[in-house]
């Protein structure tokens, strides 16, 4: 009896392919960027991440590597949505863009920011590009989350993740405005950019596995 041949898998489109990028951007951006950010002589919790890439510090080179690979992934990760996201990509392009310029931006030592430190342009440059990036990533997720055609797992996942996301982000800025820069809003800081990448890496595995069906 002959034995049966078995299927080909199916083959790696365009949009598969710019999902597994941006999955291994996105993991080795986070991860290159956790190394500097551990083996530097920063502040620990009390400061922001963004202290491990001033101008001077022996691990700003790996720092701003990681960034740029972050920023290279949620470019990808839009090109790899379905067209029924547009919203969702445009938002994660702006978020890779913003990335991008925090990383060529790099803030001055502390990275001081209003309303109770002086700050330099490039501060409030790096700063801004931070946020807004930060955000674009969040409301992607819940761009996602109210698109119909995002399929269930994509949608679930973007809702559970905003769901823990907004309030935190709200959390941050409310710290940054009445505390100002310590352990509260280092950590809080800590935990919005960990949910921000393990979405990116899940939603482009979710879009990757799906498009090869």
């Known amino acids: 009896m002959a034995d049966r041949a078995r299927p080909e898998p199916p083959p790696l489109t365009l949009r598969a392919a ?3 990028a941006a999955a291994g951007c996105i993991l080795a951006g986070a ?5 500097a950010v551990l083996a530097g002589p920063g502040p620990g919790f009390t400061g922001y991440v963004s202290e491990a890439g001033i101008t ?8 701003r590597v990681g960034v740029y690979a972050l920023a290279a992934g949620l470019l990808l990760l839009a ?15 702006a978020g890779g ?4 310029l925090s990383g060529a931006v790099t803030c001055s030592t502390g990275c001081p920011l209003p309303p109770f430190e002086r700050a330099t342009v490039a501060d409030l440059v790096h700063g801004g590009a931070s946020i807004a990036a930060t955000a674009a990533v969040v409301l992607a ?3 996602v989350t109210l698109a119909r055609d995002a399929g269930a797992w994509l949608r679930r996942l973007s809702a559970l993740a905003a769901a823990v996301a907004l309030p935190l982000c709200a959390a941050v800025g409310l710290a940054m405005l009445l505390v100002g820069r310590g352990t509260l809003v280092g950590v809080l800081e800590r ?9 990116g890496v899940a939603a482009a ?3 990757g596995l799906v498009d090869r069906r």
């Open 79 to 93: 090109a790899a949505l379905p067209p029924a996201l547009r919203v969702a990509a445009a938002l994660l392009a």
């Open 31 to 35: 991860s290159a960027v956790t190394v």
């Open 97 to 100: 863009l913003g990335t991008a």
């Open 18 to 20: 710019a999902a597994a």
């Open 191 to 199: 935990v919005v950019l960990a949910i921000a990448v393990l979405w």
């Open 205 to 207: 595995t979710i879009v």
């Open 56 to 63: 001077g510090s022996d691990h700003a080179p790996t720092y």
């Open 141 to 143: 997720m819940v761009a």
